[in-house]
Protein backbone atom coordinates (compact mmCIF):
# COMPACT_ATOMS: atom_id res chain seq x y z
CA UNK A 1 0.00 0.00 0.00
CA UNK A 2 1.18 3.19 -0.83
CA UNK A 3 1.69 5.75 1.71
CA UNK A 4 3.37 9.49 1.71
CA UNK A 5 3.11 10.98 5.16
CA UNK A 6 3.83 14.72 6.19
CA UNK A 7 5.78 15.85 8.70
CA UNK A 8 7.29 18.98 10.32
CA UNK A 9 4.57 21.63 10.09
CA UNK A 10 3.91 23.63 13.56
CA UNK A 11 3.67 27.26 14.48
CA UNK A 12 6.43 29.85 13.64
CA UNK A 13 6.42 33.43 13.47
CA UNK A 14 6.67 35.55 10.66
CA UNK A 15 10.54 35.35 9.56
CA UNK A 16 11.46 32.18 10.54
CA UNK A 17 11.79 28.69 9.28
CA UNK A 18 10.43 25.42 9.22
CA UNK A 19 11.38 21.86 6.92
CA UNK A 20 8.89 20.04 5.98
CA UNK A 21 9.21 16.18 5.29
CA UNK A 22 7.24 13.64 3.14
CA UNK A 23 8.08 10.05 3.31
CA UNK A 24 7.05 7.58 0.99
CA UNK A 25 6.43 4.58 1.47
CA UNK A 26 4.88 0.88 -0.51
CA UNK A 27 7.24 1.61 -3.64
CA UNK A 28 10.28 3.24 -4.49
CA UNK A 29 9.52 6.59 -6.19
CA UNK A 30 12.90 7.69 -7.30
CA UNK A 31 11.31 8.20 -11.01
CA UNK A 32 8.70 10.22 -10.06
CA UNK A 33 7.92 14.24 -9.75
CA UNK A 34 7.71 14.87 -6.11
CA UNK A 35 5.80 17.55 -5.06
CA UNK A 36 4.38 20.09 -2.48
CA UNK A 37 1.10 22.04 -2.61
CA UNK A 38 -1.10 24.13 -0.11
CA UNK A 39 -4.26 25.02 0.82
CA UNK A 40 -5.63 28.16 3.04
CA UNK A 41 -8.98 28.28 4.48
CA UNK A 42 -11.54 29.50 1.67
CA UNK A 43 -8.98 28.95 -1.00
CA UNK A 44 -8.11 26.02 -3.42
CA UNK A 45 -5.62 24.03 -3.54
CA UNK A 46 -2.39 26.05 -5.23
CA UNK A 47 0.97 24.06 -6.33
CA UNK A 48 4.25 25.16 -3.91
CA UNK A 49 7.19 23.21 -5.88
CA UNK A 50 8.47 20.53 -7.41
CA UNK A 51 11.41 18.81 -7.98
CA UNK A 52 11.49 15.93 -10.41
CA UNK A 53 13.15 12.48 -11.08
CA UNK A 54 16.87 14.36 -13.05
CA UNK A 55 15.83 17.05 -10.07
CA UNK A 56 15.01 19.73 -11.94
CA UNK A 57 13.06 21.93 -9.42
CA UNK A 58 9.84 24.36 -10.25
CA UNK A 59 8.66 26.80 -7.57
CA UNK A 60 5.92 29.00 -7.42
CA UNK A 61 6.25 32.59 -7.78
CA UNK A 62 5.23 32.93 -4.41
CA UNK A 63 7.71 31.07 -2.86
CA UNK A 64 11.17 31.44 -5.22
CA UNK A 65 13.76 32.22 -3.46
CA UNK A 66 12.30 31.38 0.03
CA UNK A 67 11.59 27.65 -0.40
CA UNK A 68 13.70 25.06 -1.44
CA UNK A 69 12.38 21.46 -2.32
CA UNK A 70 14.73 18.76 -2.05
CA UNK A 71 15.17 14.93 -2.55
CA UNK A 72 17.12 11.89 -1.16
CA UNK A 73 16.19 9.21 -2.69
CA UNK A 74 17.58 6.63 -0.53
CA UNK A 75 14.91 7.59 2.24
CA UNK A 76 12.45 7.58 -0.37
CA UNK A 77 12.14 11.14 1.31
CA UNK A 78 11.86 14.63 -0.31
CA UNK A 79 11.54 18.00 1.98
CA UNK A 80 10.71 21.92 1.83
CA UNK A 81 12.85 24.30 3.23
CA UNK A 82 10.63 27.37 3.90
CA UNK A 83 12.46 30.16 5.26
CA UNK A 84 11.21 34.29 6.07
CA UNK A 85 7.95 32.68 6.34
CA UNK A 86 5.15 35.03 5.73
CA UNK A 87 1.55 35.14 7.38
CA UNK A 88 0.24 34.28 4.09
CA UNK A 89 2.23 31.04 3.94
CA UNK A 90 -0.26 30.02 6.41
CA UNK A 91 -2.27 26.65 5.03
CA UNK A 92 -2.15 22.83 5.21
CA UNK A 93 0.94 21.12 3.30
CA UNK A 94 0.20 18.45 1.45
CA UNK A 95 2.94 15.99 -0.61
CA UNK A 96 2.11 14.33 -3.79
CA UNK A 97 3.86 11.90 -6.10
CA UNK A 98 3.35 12.95 -9.76
CA UNK A 99 4.28 11.60 -13.00
CA UNK A 100 7.08 9.52 -13.96
CA UNK A 101 9.96 10.55 -15.82
CA UNK A 102 8.45 13.52 -16.43
CA UNK A 103 10.50 15.87 -19.37
CA UNK A 104 8.63 18.87 -19.25
CA UNK A 105 10.51 22.31 -19.30
CA UNK A 106 9.05 23.20 -15.84
CA UNK A 107 6.40 21.83 -13.55
CA UNK A 108 4.12 19.43 -13.35
CA UNK A 109 2.16 22.19 -11.66
CA UNK A 110 -1.45 20.87 -12.37
CA UNK A 111 -3.02 18.74 -9.07
CA UNK A 112 -4.41 16.31 -11.94
CA UNK A 113 -1.04 15.12 -12.66
CA UNK A 114 -0.31 13.81 -9.67
CA UNK A 115 -1.56 10.33 -8.16
CA UNK A 116 -1.08 10.03 -4.56
CA UNK A 117 -1.28 12.43 -1.91
CA UNK A 118 -0.11 13.08 2.21
CA UNK A 119 -2.90 13.61 4.32
CA UNK A 120 -1.63 17.06 4.67
CA UNK A 121 0.72 18.92 8.14
CA UNK A 122 -0.93 22.23 9.31
CA UNK A 123 1.75 25.40 9.07
CA UNK A 124 0.77 28.82 10.70
CA UNK A 125 2.76 31.76 10.52
CA UNK A 126 1.87 34.28 13.05
CA UNK A 127 2.61 38.17 12.36
Not at 82 to 101: F, H, Q, R
Request: proline share 3%; hydrophobic share 30%.
Amino acid sequence: QVQLVESGGGLVQAGGSLRLSCAASGRSFRTYAMGWFRQAPGKEREFVAVINWNLRTTYADSVKDRFTISRDNTKNTHYLQMNSLKPEDTAVYSCAAGPEWYTGTTGPRDIYQYNYWGQGTQVTVSS
